[in-house]
């Protein structure tokens, strides 16, 4: 069987040679898939604010085969690890007197926010900031972080994860997310080439496994033209509700939707450009009435017949996220650690090739059946 190691450094669905026998060529069996693999979504952000040093360095010391940092950029140029430019709810800015002049309203993708927004700070101004939980008291013990950490560079997040590796002895993915990527082209930041010379700048993310993510097409065709595909990089397409169209497509006055891109066709027309599929939870088991999980659809399927990895996203371990199979009584807030693994093995059961945790631990757990 594949090593975790081995696995993360496998390209896709591995296929059997055929074997010789003395009746002439016939197909040898094909060998199980590897382990799916745990991405550490948005580092272990059950317990800490994410994206910050300690929510990176939880995930990884639960076991977290990959890390991840949504990536927006600063006045002056700089990536840096935040899920959107919008900060007003994962940091202290709000109560920054210095900075209630920032406070403004923009339209990011179709939707219009207010808040303080990245690309109107500089990184040292950023840096005075401190990292908050997103979800309040509904994740008690990430609350209680509030004000320890600072916002990172993805220059910061590789080094880490290098260190961490080289520590511990085993190889740590990181999978990047690229947000707003038509938004900052449009305002004069366009994310992609620096974000090359940032992997580039850093021996670790030359050789070590980076995956790509964007629920926008355009900026992964581009990178996919730029990079070619070398071994320890995959891009990865993001997808969210059915009905909905990408922002790229949108922008640019086109209508294909995301349920189009999950189709059979769009599926082989997307292995084009890119290595996964990654669709929400529900759509690979959706929900019933009465919010217990339904039948598996195809996507599974429908993405390995296409030539394409299918890694899921997220998986929350409190009662109000999970599946209503797996709910106890103890409150909407509650944090379920069977609940949740008992859920994401629902899904794991179906062959699908990673997910995303807010917890990684307990998706490790889930893989490995402690």
């Known amino acids: 069987m594949m090593s975790r190691r081995q696995a993360i450094g496998a390209g896709g669905t591995m296929i059997a040679a055929a074997a010789v026998s003395g009746t002439g060529f016939g197909a040898a069996p094909l060998p199980p898939r590897p382990k799916p693999l745990v991405f550490a979504h948005r580092g272990c952000?059950?317990?800490?604010?994410?994206?910050?040093?300690?929510?990176?360095?939880?995930?990884?010391?639960?076991?977290?085969?990959?890390?991840?940092?949504?990536?927006?950029?600063?006045?002056?140029?700089?990536?840096?690890?935040?899920?959107?430019?919008?900060?007003?709810?994962?940091?202290?800015?709000?109560?920054?007197?210095?900075?209630?002049?920032?406070?403004?309203?923009?339209?990011?993708?179709?939707?219009?926010?207010?808040?303080?927004?990245?690309?109107?700070?500089?990184?040292?101004?950023?840096?005075?900031?401190?990292?908050?939980?997103?979800?309040?008291?509904?994740?008690?013990?990430?609350?209680?972080?509030?004000?320890?950490?600072?916002?990172?560079?993805?220059?910061?997040?590789?080094?880490?994860?290098?260190?961490?590796?080289?520590?511990?002895?085993?190889?740590?993915?990181?999978?990047?997310?690229?947000?707003?990527?038509?938004?900052?082209?449009?305002?004069?930041?366009?994310?992609?080439?620096?974000?090359?010379?940032?992997?580039?700048?850093?021996?670790?993310?030359?050789?070590?496994?980076?995956?790509?993510?964007?629920?926008?097409?355009?900026?992964?065709?581009?990178?996919?033209?730029?990079?070619?595909?070398?071994?320890?990089?995959r891009l990865m397409q993001l997808v969210g509700d059915p009905g909905m169209v990408p922002p790229d497509v949108a922008a640019a006055g086109g209508a294909t939707t995301y349920g189009e891109i999950m189709s059979p066709k769009g599926l082989k027309a997307l292995a084009a450009h890119a290595d996964v599929l990654a669709p929400q939870v529900r759509a690979v088991i959706p929900l019933d009435a009465s919010g217990r999980l339904g039948q598996p659809t195809s996507i599974v399927k429908d993405a390995h017949d296409a030539g394409l990895l299918i890694r899921i996203w997220t998986f929350r371990p409190e009662n109000r996220f999970l599946a209503a199979d797996f709910r106890n009584d103890a409150g909407d807030n509650a944090r379920n650690e069977a609940g949740s693994i008992a859920e994401m093995r629902r899904y794991i059961a179906t062959g699908i090739d990673g997910f995303f945790s807010d917890d990684p631990g307990l998706g490790r757990r889930a893989l490995d059946g402690v």
Not at 81 to 99: D, K, L, M, Q
Not at 112 to 132: H, M, N, P, S, V
Not at 138 to 147: K, T
Not at 198 to 217: G, M, R, W
């Open 45 to 233: 952000s059950a317990l800490r604010p994410e994206h910050t040093l300690g929510s990176y360095a939880k995930a990884i010391a639960d076991g977290a085969d990959y890390i991840e940092p949504d990536l927006v950029i600063t006045k002056d140029g700089v990536l840096v690890v935040r899920h959107e430019n919008n900060i007003a709810e994962t940091t202290n800015v709000a109560g920054r007197p210095e900075f209630a002049g920032r406070k403004t309203t923009k339209t990011i993708d179709g939707e219009q926010l207010t808040g303080w927004f990245t690309e109107d700070f500089t990184l040292a101004e950023l840096k005075t900031l401190r990292a908050i939980e997103r979800l309040g008291a509904v994740r008690p013990e990430s609350q209680r972080y509030d004000g320890h950490f600072q916002l990172l560079t993805l220059d910061e997040v590789i080094d880490f994860t290098a260190a961490e590796s080289a520590a511990r002895g085993r190889v740590i993915g990181i999978v990047p997310e690229l947000k707003h990527s038509t938004y900052f082209t449009k305002v004069g930041l366009p994310l992609e080439d620096r974000f090359l010379a940032v992997l580039a700048a850093h021996d670790y993310t030359v050789k070590n496994p980076v995956e790509i993510q964007s629920f926008e097409t355009a900026n992964l065709r581009y990178l996919r033209g730029k990079i070619g595909r070398p071994a320890n990089v």
